[in-house]
Structure formats: C-alpha cells, structure tokens
C-alpha cells in the first residue's frame, strides 16, 4: 500500500463534518457544455455542500468485471462518446486524483478485493457532472467501477463499508439515471420537462415513492416488480450508482430529490441527496 499522503487524509480529514451523498441523474454528455435547468440542479447542489476534500465518484460508464480504483496522481478526461459535436470532444476536466484516497478505498473494501489502475480516468459519468458543481477543478477525484457480476445487494453491502470516508470531508457521488432506455428515446423531446412514455411515468412514480419512504428492498429486487420497471432498467448500469448512495444512507438521515424531471420518453433525470 502506498502510504504517501495517507496519514494526513486519514488524521486531518477525521474531525470532518459528515458528508452528505449524492446520486446525479447526468442525461447526455451535451450537459457538460450545455445550460438547462438541470446543469442549473448541479450547481445549486454543490453550493449548499460543505467543500469535499476530495470525491469519490462511482459512474455508471466504468462497468468491469470485478472492482478497480483509479490510483494516479493525475486523471485524464475520457470522451467515452462518439457523435456529438466537436466542443464537446475538446472539453478536459484536470482535477487531479488521489493515490491515499484510492488505498484507503481499496483498504475499506476488504476482504472484497479491488485493484488500483492508472488505466482510467475520469468518464463523461464523472466529468460532465463535476464541471459544473466544481468549476475549477481544484478538488482531487477518483473513480472506483462497478463489477457488472454483482448483484444489487452486493453493490448495497459493499457501499455500506465506505461509509467512514463521508466522516472525513469525502463526496461520494454516484452518477447515472434511475429511468435509462435509449433504445426507447423520444428524440423529438428530448430537451422537453416531463416529456415521459407511461411505463417511465409509472416507473418514476414508484421509485420515487420507495426512495422518499427508505423502502429500499424494491429497488434492491427491481427485476421482479413490473414491467414498468423492466422497461425502465432494461441494463443495471445506470440504475447501480443510485444503489451505492442509499447502501451510503444511514436511518436518520433525510433523502431529498431533485432535478426530478423526465425528458425524451424514457430518460429520468431525479438526483437524490442524502444527508444535510
């Protein structure tokens, strides 16, 4: 374990405030350069934060066979997309990572084992959110990706053992959509609020409903709670960055929503914080 820097993360970060945890519905990488009321919700959140000492991103664009950690000491900006116009392609996010924080995550997931890699960086999950609510870049991040063999209760458990990073002015941010099925997009509204198919509608309704209620098992087990929901979450990789922010929650902490918006027909944009 590299323990350069990490006595002053783990002594001078302990006395922290706890952190609050945010899952960020972040909708297409056009975000990033775009102004909506939805960019508009990031910053608005990011200001009524205590400034993180560093992030902990977990998106849902890093989805691996097992659980890696990004360790390097500077984060390249991936434009993990194709497509989309040439501003956006010339977009870089420098924030620079954090090797203590990647060994101290690692460290916390035991006996999981995770690796630390210099062989990502910082997707379009990460960036496109956080150049916004941080501007300047001057806070370090790091991702860690999820293991796509897992089920949801493991992702819900394994959240749980980082929990001790939120009392050391650690963000931890999950970032993806509740409601994601691109090959059902209405394109024609796609820029248009509260434009949603009425599965998404129906779907939105409910896991909004369990989400503001702390039910958390339906959303554990989405797969066998309708179509609607099937429908909604036709892949987990969008859906899990939401299941490490409630695995985060603990019982007397307040979940609030925001950006609770659909667009396109099957695109939900809800954030939800969680914490003061």
Same mark, same amino acid.
């Given at each position: 374990?590299?323990?350069?820097?990490?006595?002053?993360?783990?002594?001078?970060?302990?006395?922290?405030?706890?952190?609050?945890?945010?899952?960020?519905?972040?909708?297409?990488?056009?975000?990033?350069?775009?102004?909506?009321?939805?960019?508009?919700?990031?910053?608005?959140?990011?200001?009524?934060?205590?400034?993180?000492?560093?992030?902990?991103?977990?998106?849902?664009?890093?989805?691996? !066979?097992?659980?890696? $950690?990004?360790?390097? !000491?500077?984060?390249?900006? $991936?434009?993990?997309?194709?497509?989309?116009?040439?501003?956006?392609?010339?977009?870089?996010?420098?924030?620079?990572?954090?090797?203590?924080?990647?060994?101290?995550?690692?460290?916390?997931?035991?006996?999981?084992? +995770?690796?630390?890699?210099?062989? /990502?960086?910082?997707?379009?999950?990460?960036?496109?959110?956080?150049?916004?609510?941080?501007?300047?870049? !001057?806070?370090?991040?790091?991702?860690?990706?999820?293991?796509?063999?897992?089920?949801?209760?493991?992702?819900?458990?394994?959240?749980?053992?980082?929990?001790?990073?939120? !009392?050391?002015?650690?963000?931890?941010?999950? %970032?993806?959509?509740?409601?994601?099925?691109?090959?059902? $997009?209405?394109?024609?509204?796609?820029?248009?609020?509260?434009?949603?198919?009425? /599965? +998404?509608?129906? +779907?939105?309704?409910?896991?909004?409903? /369990?989400?503001?209620?702390?039910?958390?098992?339906?959303?554990?087990?989405?797969?066998?709670?309708?179509?609607?929901?099937?429908? +909604?979450?036709?892949?987990?990789?969008?859906?899990?960055?939401?299941?490490?922010?409630?695995?985060?929650?603990?019982?007397?902490?307040?979940?609030?929503?925001?950006?609770?918006?659909?667009?396109?027909? %099957?695109?939900?944009?809800? %954030?939800?914080?969680?914490?003061?």
């Amino acid at each position: 374990m590299n323990l350069n820097g990490l006595e002053n993360l783990t002594g001078t970060l302990a006395s922290s405030p706890r952190m609050p945890v945010l899952f960020i519905g972040h909708g297409s990488p056009m975000n990033a350069i775009e102004e909506n009321p939805f960019v508009q919700g990031f910053r608005q959140k990011a200001a009524e934060l205590p400034v993180p000492k560093a992030i902990l991103c977990i998106s849902a664009h890093w989805f691996t !066979e097992g659980t890696f $950690i990004t360790a390097g !000491e500077n984060q390249k900006t $991936i434009h993990d997309f194709y497509g989309f116009p040439k501003a956006l392609f010339e977009v870089e996010y420098p924030a620079k990572g954090n090797p203590a924080l990647a060994d101290e995550t690692r460290a916390l997931l035991l006996p999981h084992l +995770a690796e630390e890699t210099d062989d /990502w960086g910082l997707d379009h999950g990460a960036w496109s959110v956080l150049r916004h609510m941080y501007p300047d870049a !001057e806070i370090p991040v790091i991702q860690m990706s999820i293991d796509y063999t897992k089920p949801p209760q493991w992702h819900f458990e394994l959240a749980a053992q980082l929990a001790e990073l939120r !009392e050391k002015g650690i963000l931890i941010l999950g %970032s993806g959509n509740i409601v994601h099925n691109l090959r059902m $997009i209405d394109w024609r509204n796609i820029n248009t609020l509260g434009a949603g198919w009425d /599965w +998404a509608v129906a +779907a939105r309704e409910k896991i909004n409903s /369990w989400l503001v209620n702390g039910d958390f098992k339906p959303l554990l087990e989405y797969q066998k709670n309708g179509t609607e929901l099937q429908y +909604a979450i036709p892949t987990p990789d969008h859906f899990l960055p939401l299941i490490y922010t409630l695995g985060l929650k603990k019982k007397s902490e307040e979940l609030a929503l925001f950006n609770d918006e659909l667009i396109g027909g %099957s695109l939900s944009m809800t %954030s939800v914080k969680i914490g003061q």
